[in-house]
């Protein structure tokens, strides 16, 4: 690639990550202050060094715990997995829902985020991701370059719990098949996994968030990459930096 070219490539993507922070509400950039001369020179050398991300990749292979391509079953579309939920009553969560939310976008995304559940705007408007959650969820996939048209959106339980809670164990272990079906209708090749509740279902473990962020995972052939819930961003602000750092990676694997 020509040095110009290169020069193009980083400068488009230094106006989309300025662009993205605006989004995310980050209108100042902390400097660092000039102490001595030759400690400020020392600073300006330091912040000069292109960020190093530490891809450490764990390999969970969700098929062979879950056994799911062991006995090979008939490859489902969208249309009759959503025909296979029907009016469903599988758990509890089918007393207070309005609407099924089964997921929406690209049936052929490269992409699929994955949430835990709807709440009140979303089993209103039998949507994923439209609340306020789900607005900003929307400006990071803009500030990525891509569309919601571009890539699957869905929960790991597809009617809301109640008050917004998190679903409950045998909530999510009812309803996440649905989801697995519809991860492999989709056959993406990233998974960004919203929120411990998503990753935990996601990639059959227990741990937490904390210890799932920062590398990359399996789900078959898709990569998995493990993020704060949008929700979380709006509570705690201080989380949009490490959120929009998973982002840019996974762009890269895009
Ligand atoms: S959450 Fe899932 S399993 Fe439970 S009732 Fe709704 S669709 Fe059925």
Redesign the pocket.
């Known amino acids: 690639m020509s040095l110009k070219l290169e020069l193009k490539e980083l400068l488009e993507e230094l106006k989309r990550y300025f662009e993205c922070q605006k989004i995310l509400g980050l209108d100042t950039i902390a400097l660092a202050r000039e102490k001595k001369k030759e400690e400020s020179s020392e600073i300006y050398k330091k912040e000069l060094k292109p960020p190093v991300f530490r891809e450490k990749k764990t390999r969970i292979n969700v098929e062979e715990q879950l056994g799911i391509f062991d006995k090979p079953s008939k490859k489902l579309t969208l249309e009759e997995i959503k025909e296979e ?1 029907g009016d ?7 007393q207070g ?1 309005t609407n ?1 939310v089964f997921g929406e976008g690209n049936p052929k995304a490269r992409l699929v985020f994955v949430g835990e ?1 709807p709440g009140a705007e979303e089993d209103k408007q039998a949507r994923p991701f439209v609340g306020r959650a789900g607005q900003l969820l929307t400006k990071i996939i803009a500030a990525m370059g891509l569309k919601r048209s571009d890539v699957y959106i869905c929960n790991v ?3 809301r719990p109640p008050g917004n809670r998190s ?1 409950e164990p045998d ?1 999510a272990g ?2 996440e ?2 989801l697995f079906k519809q991860l492999r209708a989709i056959n993406p090749d990233v998974i960004v996994c919203l929120g411990s509740v998503a990753a935990q279902s996601v990639l059959r473990t227990k741990e937490k968030l904390g210890n799932l962020r920062g590398k990359f995972h399996s789900y078959g052939r898709a990569k998995v990459r493990v993020t704060y819930h949008p929700a979380a961003l709006l509570r705690n602000p201080g989380y949009k930096k490490p959120l929009w750092d998973d982002m840019q990676i996974v762009m890269k694997e895009l």
């Not at 469903?88 to 089918?94: A, D, G, Q, S």
């Open positions: 939920i469903c009553t599988r758990c509890k969560l089918h829902r099924i559940g339980v597809k009617c679903p909530e009812t309803c098949q649905f």
